[in-house]
């Protein structure tokens, strides 16, 4: 019996996205081998952030790079690093005693549930602009001596109803204002580790290490301007202070260090078309189960990647069909098997959290599912 197995649970195929509801993605051997040998050893822990950071860095075209306990905590760690920089006097007096600039400027169109990682930091989230448009003035009137920060959420599902991030960089900065990037879910392309700091100018970008690189599932790093790198370790552990609680083990920065060394050295050209590989075989063969139920190609992904998933159109009017009925019988065969659901009509297969060969198993599991309906 497995480790999971032996507590009731079944291991889920994962054709669905990098949840970390469902354990975020799977480690390579060799993350887990550098991991493993991390333990074996005490280290200083100050000097092991900034190495790891320094190599992070290089190996991501960034002046500096810090490693955290995810993305949410990176969102927290580069607010509190805004409000104070890595000034010991203003770091101690937190929680109790607002930093002057504490108020963090958002776009409506970009309200995320990792936010309230703004309001954990003590700052305040000033709205601009409204679900379908901002105005550059609206930015402009919203920055005062107060702002510590613009917080944007990149991503190609997210560009309606925002300022693009050009035009963002350029107003903030004509105030002295840094820019942090919630980067978290944006890899592939891994161009996106220096193409929102090195290349457009944003202060700071936060990825999560836990979902396209393969890394712990409990990392993260913050890459840009090395001023408020220094911040965001003045905040972090091992210092006791209030961002202590979002520590970083010897483990996970090396893992984290790893994964991104071989996410660099991937043949990036070659998984993307492994990727349409999958897609198509998807969309061939279930695309032929019934005339009412049409298999598409769909681009970009739910977190606005450039990563092609299949879409199951099951057309509920004409079938009787329910996308989220579907969606948990897939889930609670003896194999689960996990896919997206959405407007209770689509189903979304997705190639690029599957492990060799899981593709197979997920044809299988849908065209037997659709089957016992009567679809197939
Ligand atoms: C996943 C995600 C986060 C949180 O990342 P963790 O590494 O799980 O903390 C934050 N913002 C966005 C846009 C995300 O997709």
């Known amino acids: 019996m497995g480790i999971y197995e032996d507590l009731g649970l079944k291991p889920i195929i994962n054709a669905d996205s990098r949840m970390t509801a469902i354990g975020g993605s799977i480690m390579l051997p060799q993350v887990m081998a550098a991991m493993e040998e991390a333990s074996r050893h005490h280290v200083d822990m100050?000097?092991?952030?900034?190495?790891?950071?320094?190599?992070?860095?290089a190996l991501t075209n960034n002046a500096d790079a810090f490693v955290c306990t995810g993305a949410a905590a990176g969102i927290?760690?580069?607010?509190?690093?805004?409000?104070?920089?890595?000034?010991?006097?203003?770091?101690s007096r937190l929680p109790t005693a607002?930093?002057?600039?504490?108020?963090?400027?958002?776009?409506?169109?970009?309200?995320?549930?990792?936010?309230?990682?703004i309001q954990l930091a003590g700052a305040d989230i000033v709205e601009i602009g409204n679900a379908l448009q901002t105005f550059e003035w609206e930015l402009e009137a919203a920055i005062t001596d107060a702002t510590a920060a613009i917080f944007f959420v990149a991503g190609e599902h997210l560009r309606r109803g925002a300022l693009p991030l050009e035009t963002t960089i350029a107003v903030a900065h004509r105030?002295?204002?840094?820019?942090?990037?919630?980067?978290?879910?944006?890899?592939?392309?891994?161009?996106?580790?220096?193409?929102?700091?090195?290349?457009?100018?944003?202060?700071?970008?936060?990825?999560?290490?836990?979902?396209?690189?393969?890394?712990?599932q409990s990392s993260g790093f913050v890459v840009g301007r090395a001023d408020l790198i220094a911040g965001c370790r003045a905040h972090a552990s091992p210092h006791q202070r209030l961002a202590r609680m979002a520590k970083v083990g010897k483990e996970e920065m090396i893992g984290l260090l790893r994964a991104i060394e071989l996410y660099l050295e991937e043949d990036e050209a070659g998984r993307m078309d492994r990727f349409e590989a999958i897609v198509t075989g998807w969309v061939k063969r279930l695309g032929t189960l019934h005339l009412a139920i049409a298999v598409t190609r769909d681009l970009p992904n739910e977190a606005g990647q450039p990563v092609p998933r299949a879409r199951i159109d099951l057309n509920p009017t004409a079938t009787g069909l329910s996308a989220n009925a579907v969606q948990r019988?897939?889930?609670?065969?003896?194999?689960?098997?996990?896919?997206?659901?959405?407007?209770?009509?689509?189903?979304?297969?997705?190639?690029?959290?599957?492990?060799?060969?899981?593709?197979?198993?997920?044809?299988?599991?849908?065209?037997?599912c659709l089957e016992s309906l009567g679809y197939a």
């Open 329 to 368: 019988m897939l889930l609670q065969q003896e194999q689960p098997v996990a896919v997206a659901a959405e407007f209770d009509r689509y189903l979304y297969l997705t190639p690029d959290t599957l492990e060799p060969n899981d593709e197979c198993i997920v044809t299988g599991a849908v065209v037997r």
């Open 76 to 91: 927290f760690i580069s607010i509190l690093s805004c409000m104070t920089g890595d000034d010991p006097a203003a770091i």
């Open 175 to 216: 105030y002295g204002v840094p820019v942090v990037v919630d980067a978290a879910a944006q890899l592939p392309p891994r161009s996106n580790l220096w193409h929102f700091t090195r290349d457009l100018g944003a202060d700071l970008a936060v990825f999560s290490g836990g979902k396209d690189l393969r890394g712990p």
């Open 46 to 57: 100050f000097v092991l952030q900034q190495r790891v950071g320094e190599r992070i860095a």
């Open 98 to 117: 607002r930093p002057a600039r504490h108020q963090v400027v958002v776009h409506r169109a970009h309200r995320i549930p990792y936010d309230p990682a």
